[in-house]
């Protein structure tokens, strides 16, 4: 084996979760290297290239850059001085059954006319969903460390709920507080008794996509504030979402870090109950003292092995709930698509959603001429699918996993029709993806993705794994998105500076 000699941080894979972390230890100048299998970084978030379009992997829709907002937190923690952002006044497009459609926008006069369509009785909906959402986000940008791991997280919990308290009790804001601990325990769904179907439907859509649950199990304080998203405004990233991996591993190669593509990890070697090196399928190996992990808790249980802790070699053979995606990335004549049209949009065909029955379609902006040859566009359009099936028909029958697979992009591109007529037509090239696909690209075991589904505030896990070794990622708190685990990042990078706990 050849051998890396300092002993440092060894984050393993360049995720938006690893890269955030990474990219802030070493700014605070802690010797970080990050493995990556692929040879880009971003995973999930990545971009990638095939016959001249930049295709977005998985991740489309960018929140979090207003100021103040994770983003930007982490723009200044990590020392960017800024993204290769456009923010866009229009967030997307729903579309109903019907054939009705609501537009989210980020302006909140706009948004709050679109809303109308659902009727007079939606509004106390909405009310609580947005004042709820402001007072998580007041909380939440306290700094707490949720859940806490250690006395000292414990203490800073106390410190920033005290005062989040004592400043609600003082404007009058406390009379909600019986609301926030009800919600706190209870599904989005209490909050649409009496609603009518097209509200239901809007929401489970948009939950599905922000919280990978629906209404009737989405924790009401998690489903608020997932909800929130579009009303915080996105951005769309010049180059595609790969940029915000691009950005960030930018920076933490310029704050004195190192990330070695193409270095799948392999095992994470441990001497006494603490880490010592990570050692890669190409025969490095890196010493480490600190192991940041960047992957779903199954994938981290095959890196430990036996040194496992206990949480780890307790998981289910295989994740009993949660999702795998399947995509399809379409280059198409730039003809089909209208001028004014908003570049993502969510189309409902029916319940139940998934499985192709809700599409999110996502465009390349005109102005972003390096993403598809002249005169096309790039689309990804993702639809959420379970993972059992694909994975029983990859193995026992391969001609039965194409036909569904071409079956799967067929019944997409039919649904996006309704967002896009002429779509069919138009299209030049067709690549679809199943949950397989993605397990050979972002290496997530049987190509789990978006985390756990928030049905309650203590589904995602704690980051700190055991001595020495954690986790970030879309598993951890605050779970799934680019915002969110940026925003985990930020706390694995604090946790592991603190040097409280290993
Ligand atoms: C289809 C789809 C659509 C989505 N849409 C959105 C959206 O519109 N907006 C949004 O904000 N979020 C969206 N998400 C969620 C978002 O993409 C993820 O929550 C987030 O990107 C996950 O980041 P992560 O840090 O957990 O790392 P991941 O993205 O899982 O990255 C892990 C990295 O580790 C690398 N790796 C794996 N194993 C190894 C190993 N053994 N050694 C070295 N490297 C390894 C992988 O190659 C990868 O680069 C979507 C996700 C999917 C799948």
Redesign the pocket.
């Known amino acids: 084996m050849t051998r890396a000699m300092n002993p440092k941080i060894v984050i393993?894979?360049?995720?938006?979760?690893?890269l955030t972390t990474g990219a802030i230890l070493a700014r605070q100048g802690y010797a970080v290297t990050v493995?990556?299998?692929?040879v880009y970084?971003?995973?999930?978030?990545?971009t990638f290239y095939h016959q001249g379009y930049r295709f977005e992997a998985?991740?489309?829709?960018?929140?979090g850059f207003y100021p103040g907002g994770p983003m930007d937190l982490v723009a200044q923690a990590a020392g960017i001085e800024g993204w290769p952002a456009h923010p866009s006044s229009e967030v997307m497009r729903v579309h109903l059954p019907d054939g009705s459609q609501v537009t989210r926008y980020g302006d909140e006069r706009r948004w709050e006319e679109q809303r109308r369509f659902f009727g007079s009785q939606s509004e106390a909906f909405f009310r609580w969903q947005e004042q709820t959402a402001d007072a998580l986000w007041d909380l939440a940008l306290r700094g707490p460390a949720w859940p806490p791991q250690s006395v000292a997280e414990g203490a800073g919990l106390l410190v920033a709920g005290g005062g989040w308290l004592g400043d609600r009790l003082r404007t009058g804001a406390g009379l909600r507080l019986p609301g926030l601990a009800l919600d706190a325990f209870t599904p989005v769904s209490r909050h649409l008794a009496g609603a009518s179907d097209r509200l239901r439907l809007f929401v489970d859509g948009q939950l599905l996509?922000a919280a990978q649950t629906t209404s009737a199990h989405a924790n009401a304080l998690y489903g608020a504030s997932a909800l929130d998203l579009p009303r915080r405004g996105v951005v769309h990233l010049k180059g595609g979402i790969g940029a915000l991996g691009e950005t960030l591993a930018a920076a933490l190669a310029r704050n004195g870090g190192e990330i070695l593509f193409r270095?799948?990890?392999?095992r994470i070697r441990v001497e006494d109950g603490r880490p010592v090196a990570v050692q890669?399928k190409k025969g490095l190996e890196i010493d480490a003292n600190r192991v940041i992990v960047?992957?779903?808790p199954w994938?981290i249980a095959g890196?430990l092995g036996e040194e496992a802790p206990a949480r780890l070699k307790r998981l289910p053979p295989q994740p009993l709930d949660g999702w795998g995606?399947f995509?399809v990335y379409l280059g198409v004549n730039s003809a089909v698509i209208p001028a004014d049209l908003p570049l993502h949009h969510q189309i409902l065909a029916g319940r139940p959603l998934g499985e192709g029955n809700s599409v999110?379609v996502?465009i390349s902006p005109d102005w972003d001429a390096g993403r598809a040859p002249e005169g096309m566009r790039a689309l990804t359009m993702?639809t959420h699918t379970e993972l059992a099936s694909w994975w029983e028909l990859f193995q026992r029958d391969r001609p039965a996993y194409e036909a569904r697979k071409e079956e799967m992009a067929r019944q997409m591109v039919a649904v996006a029709q309704r967002a896009l007529p002429g779509l069919q037509d138009a299209i030049h090239l067709c690549k679809p993806g199943t949950p397989v696909t993605?397990q050979r690209?972002?290496?997530?075991r049987w190509g789990w993705?978006?985390?756990f589904p928030q049905t309650s505030l203590f589904r995602a896990w704690p980051p700190r794994l055991m001595d020495g070794v954690w986790m970030?990622?879309?598993?951890i708190f605050p779970g799934?998105?680019?915002?969110?685990?940026a925003l985990g990042?930020m706390r694995v990078a604090s946790g592991v500076a603190s040097g409280v706990v290993g």
Not at 12 to 18: E, N, Q, Y
Not at 41 to 46: L, T
């Open positions: 393993i894979g360049a995720g938006i979760g690893g493995v990556e299998a692929h970084p971003g995973g999930c978030a990545g998985g991740a489309t829709l960018a929140g996509i270095q799948e990890a392999t890669t960047n992957l779903p994938n890196l995606a995509t999110f996502s993702s993605f690209f972002t290496r997530r993705v978006g985390g970030v990622g879309d598993s799934q998105s680019t915002a969110a685990v990042g």
